[in-house]
């Protein structure tokens, strides 16, 4: 199991990296080469995709971070694990569920996010 904790920890890592050279060797640390990502709003494949979706997420929301929240869960070679999207020491803006294969290499290949809880603007 601390193998998958540290295996969703630099997934969440990749997310909140913003120096592009750390996050693209965290990516390719992290995912295999035909990785997949999909959510209700995003999608990227391979290292290249998933680096320009993680980018534009960064542009949209400068200054937000993802965390982690839960207990991992696994069974074969599957994991799941919840998140959390916000600023940095406040309220959660979205939190969700991700589901992922993990590679015989212990890196990640597709992912797929579900939302949870999405806060709206008053």
Same mark, same amino acid.
């Given at each position: 199991? #601390?193998? &998958?904790?540290? !295996?969703?920890?630099?997934? !969440?890592?990749?997310?909140?990296? #913003?120096?592009? @050279?750390?996050?693209? %060797? &965290?990516?390719?640390? #992290?995912?295999?080469?035909?990785?997949?990502? !999909?959510?209700?709003?995003?999608?990227?494949?391979?290292?290249?995709? *998933?680096? %320009?979706?993680?980018?534009?997420?960064?542009?949209?929301?400068?200054? &937000?971070?993802?965390? /982690?929240? +839960?207990?991992?869960?696994?069974?074969?070679?599957?994991?799941?694990? +919840?998140?959390?999207?916000?600023?940095? +020491?406040?309220?959660?803006?979205?939190?969700? !569920?991700?589901?992922? *294969?993990?590679?015989?290499?212990? /890196?990640?290949?597709?992912? #797929?996010?579900?939302?949870?809880?999405?806060?709206? %603007? @008053?």
């Amino acid at each position: 199991m #601390t193998q &998958l904790n540290e !295996l969703v920890d630099r997934y !969440l890592g990749v997310w909140n990296e #913003t120096d592009e @050279a750390r996050r693209k %060797a &965290l990516i390719a640390r #992290t995912w295999t080469e035909d990785a997949t990502y !999909l959510d209700p709003l995003l999608s990227g494949d391979g290292h290249e995709g *998933i680096d %320009a979706m993680v980018k534009a997420v960064q542009s949209r929301y400068p200054g &937000l971070r993802f965390s /982690r929240f +839960g207990e991992l869960d696994s069974h074969n070679d599957r994991v799941r694990f +919840g998140w959390s999207f916000g600023p940095e +020491g406040g309220p959660a803006m979205v939190r969700g !569920l991700d589901v992922a *294969i993990v590679s015989p290499d212990g /890196r990640l290949e597709p992912v #797929t996010g579900f939302f949870d809880h999405v806060q709206h %603007a @008053a």
